[in-house]
């Protein structure tokens, strides 16, 4: 895949971190922007020894519409340790599949732009790429800092 500065990476590239993965896409209206704000406030609120092993990663299921310029652009928006990774339709669907992740184009009657249904999860990977927590839609940032303490073995 490649990141928003256009570097080509591969899961070598963050092995030893935690990751906090989130799936979505850009032109979301609502969930994927709310999602992204609460990793940005479950980063914010970690002690910093804790924050420093995690890497949040945002990847998106539209790569057609979410190049690299756009996605430089979206994360931005967000914590800045977070990472935005798109690719080719087909680096994605394979990624899709082994997180079981649903997504699919939508086109409503009348609109001009299709839109895409998705999962809409919280991954929390260990650093040799195990899962360990998956958060929902209504777990809240404070849930999700006081289980990755308990994770990581870090006092708040
Ligand atoms: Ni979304």
Same mark, same amino acid.
């Given at each position: 895949m490649t990141?928003?500065?256009?570097?080509?990476?591969?899961? &070598?590239?963050?092995?030893?971190?935690?990751?906090?993965?989130?799936?979505?896409?850009?032109?979301?209206?609502?969930?994927?922007?709310?999602?992204?704000? &609460?990793?940005?406030?479950? $980063?914010?609120?970690?002690?910093?020894?804790?924050?420093?092993?995690i890497?949040?990663?945002?990847?998106?299921?539209?790569?057609e519409?979410?190049?690299?310029?756009? $996605?430089?652009?979206?994360?931005?928006?967000?914590?800045?340790?977070?990472?935005?990774?798109?690719?080719?339709?087909?680096?994605?669907?394979?990624?899709?599949?082994?997180?079981?992740?649903?997504?699919? &184009?939508?086109?409503?009657?009348?609109?001009e732009?299709?839109? $895409?249904?998705?999962?809409?999860?919280?991954?929390?990977?260990?650093?040799?790429?195990?899962?360990?927590?998956i958060?929902?839609?209504?777990?809240?940032?404070? $849930?999700?800092?006081?289980?990755?303490?308990?994770?990581?073995?870090?006092?708040?």
């Open positions: 990141d928003h500065n256009g570097q080509r990476v591969s899961e &070598k590239d963050f092995a030893g971190s935690y990751k906090l993965i989130y799936f979505g896409f850009t032109y979301c209206p609502a969930i994927c922007p709310t999602e992204l704000q &609460k990793i940005t406030r479950v $980063m914010k609120a970690l002690p910093e020894e804790a924050a420093a092993k890497q949040p990663l945002f990847i998106t299921v539209d790569p519409r979410d190049t690299v310029p756009v $996605m430089k652009d979206y994360v931005s928006l967000f914590d800045p340790r977070l990472i935005g990774l798109t690719g080719s339709r087909d680096d994605i669907d394979r990624t899709l599949d082994a997180y079981r992740i649903f997504a699919t &184009k939508v086109q409503e009657e009348g609109a732009d299709y839109t $895409m249904d998705h999962s809409s999860f919280i991954y929390l990977m260990s650093p040799d790429d195990r899962l360990i927590s958060y929902r839609i209504q777990d809240d940032a404070e $849930m999700m800092r006081a289980d990755i303490l308990k994770i990581l073995g870090v006092d708040s």
